[in-house]
């Protein structure tokens, strides 16, 4: 029995997805032009797809599971699960007008043409907010439509904003955010369960190390308590003696987003000779 899993086959996503699935301890080839292969090690076999496709060949069951952006899970309105958002692939489906237009909120939409390739998601969203505008469903270049005059605003995915500018346009509203996220098929059986479980158990280890990090340092003894209270790690630290007799080697786990903070904060305790060094899988 192996579970198929739909990924993009290239793209913003492919990369990501593929080295998740390594993280995962999962090995299978991924030359170039393969649109199948199965994995050596893992009851998984892996199809390559454009990620417009995936949500209906995970609702079809064609594939069990798949990777693909909320955007367009939001966008197919297909009966799939997210089972797990990835934490990668982030950006934003936003409003864009161009720059030298006044904007005076969602209320200066009324009456305009917005070009877009998520019409349902901008639908839902306009009339939430009871804004009458004419959309305008288009498969590509969205950015360029109010420049060559088919709209006076787009709907499009924003990541840095940078595509926007150089089209001398100005993001005005994020309708939603997004990112990658496991979708499945809400009707597996028992046994595909258990094999999504397992490949959710080692992406959630493979997150969370990848947003951690091991620390390893030396400090004065006086200063021990004060230390373990800013790195508490999973259980506890490891404390090691030194052959110098008033200090300790502290062991512990760091998270990123306070990394700097508590540097700063271990040198003003006396810390030195400070080590980080990366987690290659975290479990708790
Ligand atoms: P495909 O050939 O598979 O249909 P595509 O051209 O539709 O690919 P990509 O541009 O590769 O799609 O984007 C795939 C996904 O990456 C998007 O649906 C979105 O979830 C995510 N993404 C992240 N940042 C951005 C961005 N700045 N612009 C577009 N998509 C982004
Ligand atoms: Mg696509």
């Not at 496709?53 to 594939?63: R, S």
């Not at 009339?127 to 605003?153: C, T």
């Not at 955010?177 to 959710?200: F, H, T, Y």
């Amino acid at each position: 029995m192996r579970l198929k899993i739909a990924i993009q086959k290239s793209g913003r996503l492919y990369e990501e997805s593929v080295k998740l699935l390594k993280e995962c301890g999962i090995d299978f080839n991924n030359s170039m032009n393969k649109l199948r292969t199965e994995a050596t090690n893992f009851p998984l076999e892996i199809l390559f797809l454009r990620d417009d496709d995936i949500p209906q060949y995970v609702a079809d069951k064609v594939a069990a599971i798949g990777i693909v952006g909320e955007n367009v899970i939001a966008e197919k309105k297909q009966k799939v699960k997210i089972m797990e958002q990835l934490g990668f692939g982030k950006c934003r489906l936003s409003i864009a007008v161009p720059k030298d237009k006044k904007y005076e909120g969602l209320k200066s939409l009324n009456g305009k043409r917005i070009a877009t390739s998520y019409s349902h998601v901008l639908t839902a969203f306009l009339k939430k907010n009871k804004i009458k505008a004419e959309i305008h469903d288009i498969s590509g270049s969205v950015e360029i439509a109010p420049g060559i005059g088919l709209a006076e605003a787009i709907c499009d995915l924003v990541s840095s904003g940078s595509t926007l500018f150089s089209n001398g346009l100005k993001e005005v509203e994020t309708v939603m955010k997004s990112e990658a996220a496991l979708i499945a098929n809400p009707g597996l059986n028992r046994q595909e369960r258990e094999i999504v479980d397992k490949l959710i158990f080692r992406m959630r280890a493979a997150k969370k190390a990848r947003k951690n990090k091991y620390i390893l340092l030396n400090a004065p003894r006086k200063n021990l308590n004060k230390i373990i209270s800013l790195i508490p790690g999973m259980k506890s630290p490891t404390v090691l003696p030194l052959a110098e007799k008033d200090w300790c080697s502290i062991h512990s786990v760091i998270h990123e987003d306070e990394f700097w903070e508590v540097i700063e904060k271990l040198k003003e305790y006396g810390a030195q000779g400070i080590l980080v060094v990366p987690i290659e899988k975290m479990v708790i």
